[in-house]
C-alpha cells in the first residue's frame, strides 16, 4: 500500500516525522557539501558544524522510519553535491536502517573550495537514483529531499533541465 501521508517537519533542529501506514516510498537525500556550509558557521575546514548538522537531520529521518528500510518498504539514497555531484549510495544499496544510518555517517565533506550546483545534484538525482537500474520502484512513490543553505550557482541551468518555474528561498542565518 502506498501511504497517503508522508509528513516532516523540521523546525529549530527539531524533527518530526510521521508516517500515518506502512508505505514504499523511494527517497533520495540531496545533501550540499559547499563551501557555504563552513563559511556559515567556520570550524572543521574538514567536519564543519553545519555539515554534519546536515547529516543529523538526515539521520532523524531514517530513525523516525523505525524498521521500515529496505526493498520492501522504503529505499534512501544519498546525493552529495558542491561544484559537482556524488551518487553516495543508492535506492537498492542498503536494507537496513542501521545500514543507511551508517552510510550516512561516513560521508565526507566536499571541502571549502566547492560551489552551490543544485543543477548537478538534480540532474544525478533524475538520471541515476530513480532509475530502475539503481533500485528505483515503479510501485513506490519518489521523493527528493534537498538540503541545502545556499544559492544555486546558475539559475537559468537548472531551471532549463526541468523546464519548469521555481522560487529558491534560502533561510536566514544569525
Not at 25 to 48: E, K, R
Not at 88 to 93: A, I, K, P, R, V
Request: aromatic share 10%; glycine share 6%; charged share 15%.
Amino acid at each position: 500500500m502506498i501511504c497517503t501521508t508522508l509528513t516532516i517537519v523540521a523546525e529549530c533542529l527539531l524533527l518530526h516525522f510521521s508516517v500515518t501506514c506502512t508505505p514504499q516510498a523511494d527517497i533520495v537525500f540531496m545533501l550540499d557539501s559547499s563551501g557555504s556550509i563552513w563559511f556559515n558557521n567556520q570550524g572543521d575546514q574538514n567536519n564543519p558544524p553545519d555539515f554534519q548538522v546536515e547529516k543529523e537531520f538526515i539521520i532523524d529521518v531514517i530513525e523516525g522510519l523505525g524498521g521500515r528500510v529496505g526493498s520492501d518498504a522504503i529505499q534512501i539514497g544519498l546525493v552529495l553535491f558542491g561544484t559537482d555531484a556524488t551518487n553516495t549510495f543508492y535506492l537498492n544499496q542498503y536494507q537496513s536502517k542501521v545500514q543507511a544510518e551508517q552510510a550516512v555517517r561516513n560521508v565526507q565533506y566536499l571541502g571549502i573550495t566547492q560551489q552551490t550546483n543544485m543543477y548537478k545534484a538534480f540532474n544525478d538525482l533524475r538520471t541515476d537514483q530513480f532509475n530502475e537500474n539503481r533500485g528505483d520502484r515503479r510501485n513506490a512513490p519518489n521523493i527528493a529531499i534537498i538540503i541545502t543553505d545556499g544559492r544555486q550557482v546558475s539559475t537559468k541551468t537548472f531551471l532549463n533541465l526541468f523546464n519548469i518555474y521555481l522560487t529558491l528561498t534560502q533561510m536566514p542565518h544569525n
